[in-house]
């Protein structure tokens, strides 16, 4: 008994249409950033192509007092700082959580997964206060220093480490490994999938956020560029073209890295395409 | 030597720990604590914190702006919740069925969920400004416009219609892999027994798909006691106070009206009631399921 289904036509011009209306507005938005600024509102597709708003985002935002590139920069080094601090320091207390004997691990482990019951934001004053304390306000290590270990990264790579065989450890300790050793050289690789997910999402949620570096951070020079372009959206905002070109810097990085990274975002909420 | 090792395994795990329990202590203990002692006292950023009981909570349940906001959080979710299951339930639906170009349409809905929040709060804001593309389209091919943000009621629901526009893909792609995990044999025998698409739908994969609809709902709910970027961006908790969200309710307490003992209270009952509202989603809706 064959069954034979017909190719579901509807469905598929209904979810074409569908997809092309949810990226359209990244498009407007990319296109527009390259009109001249009274056809910003007027036509989907420009008469001409202009690349004045990024001159001006590049090189005469400085004048203004709000300084993009360095704001990019700026991002960019926070984004990456935290990352990679989160993915190795996650990795290492996975290690201890899943193949080290100790005890009191069940309890440290238990601690963990009772942590990540409270919400981020519940904590956003006190740490303020802590931050202040400290005198850490208007520092990089303000917005850096409260996320680089996460309790969700360190349950990710325990989680995965569980499922990998001790015999590699076993192995790797008669050749002479130490500890450290056995992290980033065997167990590491064998996580590269957990390592990604922790990664792209840690990134894009350094990346994203604002909140925090909205009030900790007040100097405009070592702004995050999430920061700078609500500021620069808030103070100047008949400045169309460049507040757009802007936001295209501001969403290129997390799209790009999304993108190359996909097989593993899917994989992090467990979809399969095949 | 075999007691020795264990020592030293002993050693290295706690050594481990330490690093990770001290940090905690630093950056979550600490601020755990003071989230404590500030919600029940009242200080300003200077001096010592005044202890004063229960006051600051008996000052929030009788201010009305906190019900207003309680209001504007559960108009939210009325129109949120509903809007973005259905789409995203409508999105796994046909994306299960329609097998070619999968990765491309599961892509072009992502991507939208990759937006930065600063990012789309100003592309939405333009999209739908008064004489913003939304509008003109709408004007010349139906002779009217739309107030979206500019109007009390609609302007709540424009950011629901944002947000959904970020979250369809990503809890569509949820709700997918719950579908892909039903068994097919199910399908062929309701088949065999005559069975209808709608009542395959209802009888077989809605109860099946219980537990990713409920991981749906369960971060849908948390996600809309955490909006701040959306109206920050677009109408600094306007027209009438309509948009105004708990988190803006908070920064605007602590950091401009100088009152972190009262923002630290509103946090400690914001996050109860968010928990109390995950906790009523999974009493609702949170079915065992089991293939027999």
């Known amino acids: 008994m064959t069954r034979s289904k017909r190719f579901p036509y509807i469905t598929f011009t209904i979810l074409f249409i569908a997809s092309l209306i949810w990226i359209y507005p990244y498009f407007w938005l990319l296109f527009s950033s390259f009109k001249p600024t009274s056809e910003i509102y007027t036509r989907f597709w420009p008469t001409k192509f202009t690349l004045e708003h990024y001159r001006f985002i590049f090189f005469m935002s400085d004048k203004l007092q709000r300084p993009f590139v360095r704001a990019l920069l700026n991002s960019i080094f926070i984004s990456v700082t935290i990352t990679f601090m989160v993915v190795v320091s996650s990795a290492f207390f996975g290690f201890a959580l899943s193949k080290l004997d100790f005890k009191g691990k069940k309890a440290v482990f238990n601690f963990i997964l009772f942590q990540m019951l409270f919400p981020g934001f519940m904590f956003i004053v006190p740490l303020f206060v802590l931050i202040k304390n400290l005198g850490l306000l208007n520092t990089y290590s303000a917005i850096i220093l409260p996320s680089i270990i996460s309790a969700w990264g360190s349950f990710m790579f325990a989680q995965t480490f569980k499922s990998i065989p001790n015999d590699y450890i076993e192995a790797a300790k008669i050749d002479g490994a130490n500890t450290f050793w056995i992290v980033t050289r065997v167990m590491f690789p064998l996580a590269r999938s957990t390592a990604s997910i922790v990664g792209l999402f840690t990134f894009i949620g350094a990346w994203d956020n604002f909140m925090w570096p909205l009030i900790v951070m007040k100097d405009y020079n070592k702004m995050p560029l999430s920061v700078l372009l609500a500021s620069f959206n808030h103070e100047y905002s008949s400045y169309v073209g460049p507040i757009l070109a802007g936001s295209v810097i501001q969403t290129i990085p997390m799209v790009l890295i999304f993108l190359i990274f996909r097989k593993y975002f899917l994989q992090g909420i467990s979809v399969s395409l095949k | ?292």
Request: with cysteine.
């Open chain 2, 1 to 292: 030597m075999v007691s020795k090792l264990k020592k030293r395994e002993n050693y290295l795990g706690w050594g481990f720990s330490s690093i990770y329990l001290i940090y905690t202590a630093l950056f979550w203990g600490y601020p755990f604590v003071w989230l404590v002692i500030l919600s029940f006292s009242k200080w300003n950023f200077f001096g010592t914190p005044k202890p004063v009981g229960f006051r600051n909570f008996v000052r929030l349940f009788t201010d009305p702006i906190f019900w207003r906001i309680f209001l504007n959080t559960v108009n939210f979710m009325v129109y949120f919740i509903p809007m973005v299951l259905i789409l995203s339930m409508l999105f796994a639906l046909a994306l299960y069925k329609v097998n070619v170009f999968r990765t491309f349409f599961a892509l072009s809905f992502l991507v939208a969920n990759v937006s930065s929040g600063v990012a789309y709060s100003i592309l939405f804001s333009n999209l739908f400004s008064e004489s913003g593309p939304i509008n003109s389209f709408l004007y010349k091919n139906f002779g009217f416009t739309v107030p979206w943000f500019s109007d009390p009621q609609l302007a709540l629901l424009s950011i629901a219609i944002m947000v959904t526009w970020k979250f369809v893909g990503y809890y569509g792609l949820i709700l997918f892999a719950g579908l892909n995990a039903i068994p097919k044999s199910l399908y062929e025998a309701a088949e065999l027994d005559g069975a209808t698409n709608w009542q395959k739908f209802w009888k077989i994969t809605f109860p099946l798909i219980n537990p990713a609809l409920t991981t749906v709902l369960v971060f849908a709910v948390n996600l809309t006691f955490g909006i701040f970027t959306e109206p920050y961006m677009i109408t600094g908790g306007g027209p009438m106070r309509r948009t105004l969200t708990f988190m803006m309710h908070i920064y605007s307490t602590a950091f401009q009206r100088m009152n972190p003992s009262y923002a630290a209270s509103l946090a400690v009952i914001t996050g109860l009631l968010s928990y109390g509202c995950v906790l009523l989603v999974r009493f609702l809706v949170e079915r065992e399921v089991s293939l027999v």
